[in-house]
């Protein structure tokens, strides 16, 4: 039983990858025509030139997405993984783009050609400088490179353009010796999509330069496997601040993403997750509290397991980590997951000050200009970037260091929070 069913799961994998090949082939043959047609007027050594690197592309799409879904199908080569999803995403997004201009046109003459059929046939108009066909073919390949330098940018520059985000927090009852307090977030490393070393080394320096007084890592120190992370263990391991660095796990940091040999397998990876943490100086909270002392004011440091409402991963236990916290009269909560706000936090811990969030990456797209803010994020999550307020309770959600999938961010910079707190009611604008 065991032996058909993984037969049957490698037929799948196999029907996978030729149907993934099939969809390329159609795709490539409908788009070099319009390739074809722009390109007609041009020398010899240019049209081969063009030809050729368009077939060699169409060639290591067919050859990554059977390796992809054959040779790799248990997800061993994650980082080499992340990065075909989002160069091939990249370039055929960009040919789909083109489709769609090509397509309504090509669709129009189908019709007339049935239409000739069936009347007799209309006398052809003339005196068009450029045939219809012609600019189309034009229009596709300007519309095709709109994306595809859109999201070539996004890679290059936009995965690293890290902006600090400072926002102040005010609670009427907070004790004077936490009035400016400042905290820094980051979330979301995903180390194994990064690359740009001296790049990710500025975005610590970025949050070093702020002084916070404590720093708080809201998880997905990875994308699937411990071992992505140890190449940057020096780097991040350089977040320092006077009241400590905290931690917690995200959905990406157990290992439920890819195939183990065995649970002992998949214990240990998460195990040396936690030694990471404890490497680089990170005090991680797996459902518990650290209580620390500012001036003669406790504080209490809460952080959850990973718990999402569309998930199966349920981890996270805000009463666990309630446990043994003390009185104190602020309680700073580290929830990965933002939707564990709304389903847990709010409902039945309203002793929670604050809870710190990552998880959406701000979906690493969108447009956010002056009060105006927009995301595909939004559709999906009712906090997806930024302050919240209900009541007492605020929420931040971070939008993240790094990426996930696509390698790259439009218009949804990675993101280093400083949130101060203050004594007191919010202004009036």
Known sequence: MVLYAMDGLALFRLDTALIAALIIVVVDVYIFRALRGVLQHTSRAVRLAGYTVHWIIMTAAIVAAGWYYVADPLNFYSITREWLVGIFATVYLSKITAL???LPDD???VALRIRKKLQPAAT???GIPIPRS?????????AASVPLTALTLGILSGAHDYRVVRRNIYLPNLPRAFDGLR???LSDIHAGTLFNRTAIQGGVDLLMAEKPDLIFFTGDLVNYYS???QPYISLFGRLRAPLGVFSITGNHDYGDYVWWPSDEAKQENFQLLQAAHREMGYRLLLNENQMIQVGNEPLAILGTENWSLSRRQKYGDVAKA???A????LRLLLAHDPTYWDAVVRKQYPMIDITFSGHTHGYQCGVEVGGFRWSPAQYRYRQWADLYQEGPQHLYVNRGFGCIGYPGRLGMAPELTVLTLRTGYRPQA
């Open 227 to 229: 071992r992505e992370i």
């Open 326 to 329: 003390g009185d104190t009269d």
């Open 322 to 324: 309630l446990q043994g």
């Open 100 to 102: 769609g201009v090509l």
């Open 124 to 126: 052809a108009s003339s």
């Open 107 to 109: 669709l129009r003459r």
């Open 134 to 142: 012609e600019f189309l073919n034009k229009t596709a390949i300007i």
């Open 183 to 185: 905290i820094g977030q």
